[in-house]
């Protein structure tokens, strides 16, 4: 059960009859301000859980039948030969040989369906039954939860230092927030008493600006479930009122004097992320400790607005210069590991996926929402047997002597249209590492993964 950390301090209380490890916070600027009267390592080893690596591994697969599906639903008829799928998955990066793409298909009968083309007796592919009503059940929760991403949308705005964010970093990250495609014209202008859309002369970029704060919408999430905590469970109010919910993974043991500093880091007073610190001198100690703290806030209001409860690390440096989130934030975020999750599974290591800790139990979402629900029943269709699909092998049979027939079935603009919206996202984000004085250390999201790769190299991803 998630229990607040002001209970977790107590030596009698452990997880699973192992108590567990937290760690003190970089600062805000980077500089890692660590408090002398404690004797809490200024790096802290990455613990797993594998119920969130679990969670990954399933989403690894998905995101590369996405991208076949993708390729199918791009096409007028939503067909695609079968020779096709090796030229195109090599162009995207997917790591597939010669050969192996068409193969890959098939370890997924519930999703792509093979069959031959009536007159042109060439094998084709297109989504199963069970795809297409997945694809429209995710529409359809995505259109009925509109007015919810309008107030996300609204609360993320509101915790920038300027009451403003870049659209193409909302827009990279609109999967996440549960925005559409089109949310700029869906969305944006659609409520311009919301919304104002604008291009800035200085960078020539487009931003999104908050019209009006609204005092309603500036309460945390966090502040909510320490409202709940204290009405239920009746909780000291003085000992939760800067508390974080904290749900540790097994591995380490909490010393004598770790528990007085974390103590001591769950009484300091913060700013609220919502809250316009501009005016406060944050040259004293004392400021600098909020505003780690502040951090801290940030990235957990910021996570509890996703709808997965979820987003890629790389998507949240995006936000840094906006809402004075540290530099290093893969360093940041192992110092809280009861609060967050940092994920190196489902790409070998090269993609980080932070989760909020306390919205999951046993790599589940604990409140799901029908979106979350929709998008986890592709998953459900992934890791369905093979064997309970019923495959005609004389349609599975590869013709190499018919590579040269399929291609008149493709559109000669193909490539040109279809690969573009690919590569647009993980372009944006490799360029803006170094404006915005990213770590090297983290990767865009555009990663090669190859599904053949020997399963034993999960074992190297543990080094941080």
């Avoid at 659209?167 to 089109?182: N, Q, T």
């Avoid at 957990?300 to 906006?322: D, G, N, Q």
């Avoid at 975020?333 to 609060?339: A, R, V």
């Amino acid at each position: 059960m998630l229990v607040f950390f002001s209970i977790l301090l107590k030596p009698s209380v452990q997880s699973h009859g192992r108590p567990l490890p937290l760690t003190l916070f970089h600062d805000f600027t980077s500089k890692m301000f660590m408090s002398q009267s404690t004797s809490i390592p200024k790096k802290q080893e990455r613990v797993r859980d594998h119920g969130f690596d679990n969670y990954m591994e399933i989403e690894k697969k998905t995101r590369k039948v996405l991208k076949f599906q993708s390729l199918i639903l791009s096409q007028p008829s939503q067909t695609l030969p079968i020779s096709r799928f090796d030229t195109l998955a090599r162009r995207l990066g997917l790591g597939f040989k010669e050969n192996e793409a068409a193969a890959y298909l098939l370890k997924f009968p519930h999703v792509f369906e093979i069959y031959e083309h009536p007159v042109l007796r060439i094998l084709f592919c297109r989504l199963t039954r069970k795809a297409i009503l997945q694809i429209e059940q995710e529409k359809e929760a995505l259109d009925a939860q509109i007015p919810n991403a309008v107030t996300r949308l609204r609360k993320l705005i509101m915790m920038s230092n300027t009451g403003r964010l870049r659209l193409e970093h909302v827009r990279i990250a609109r999967k996440e927030f549960g925005l559409p495609d089109d949310f700029e014209y869906s969305v944006i202008l659609k409520y311009p008493e919301f919304f104002r859309l604008f291009d800035a002369r200085e960078t020539r970029n487009k931003y999104i600006e908050i019209v009006e704060r609204d005092p309603k919408l500036a309460v945390c999430a966090i502040e909510k479930d320490r409202e709940r905590e204290y009405r239920v469970k009746g909780l000291d109010a003085e000992d939760i009122r800067f508390s974080f919910i904290v749900n540790f993974p097994p591995g380490f043991k909490i010393g004598k004097y770790y528990r007085i500093a974390v103590w001591k880091w769950q009484r300091v007073p913060y700013w609220s992320p919502y809250e316009d610190v501009s005016g406060y001198d944050l040259r004293s100690l004392e400021a600098q400790k909020r505003m780690e703290k502040r951090a801290v806030a940030t990235i957990h209001e910021l996570l509890s607005l996703t709808v997965e409860k979820k987003i890629s690390l790389e998507r949240i440096a995006h936000f840094r210069m906006a809402m004075n989130l540290p530099k290093k934030l893969k360093d940041f975020l192992l110092q809280h590991q009861g609060i967050f999750y940092v994920s190196t599974r489902g790409n070998y290591g090269k993609l980080h996926t932070v989760f909020l800790r306390e919205a999951y139990r046993k790599g589940e979402l604990i409140e799901p929402n029908d979106l979350y629900l929709a998008r986890r029943k592709l998953g459900e269709l992934v890791l369905l047997s093979s064997r309970k699909a019923k495959v005609d092998k004389d349609l599975v049979r590869y013709r190499k002597d018919r590579e040269g027939d399929d291609i008149v079935c493709v559109r000669p603009d193909y490539m040109e249209n279809d690969f573009k919206d690919f590569r647009v996202e993980d372009e944006i984000e490799h360029n803006e590492e170094g404006k915005d004085g990213f770590d090297s250390d983290l990767v865009s999201d555009n990663i090669d993964e190859n599904e053949d790769i020997d399963e034993t190299m999960d074992g190297k991803e543990d080094t941080v």
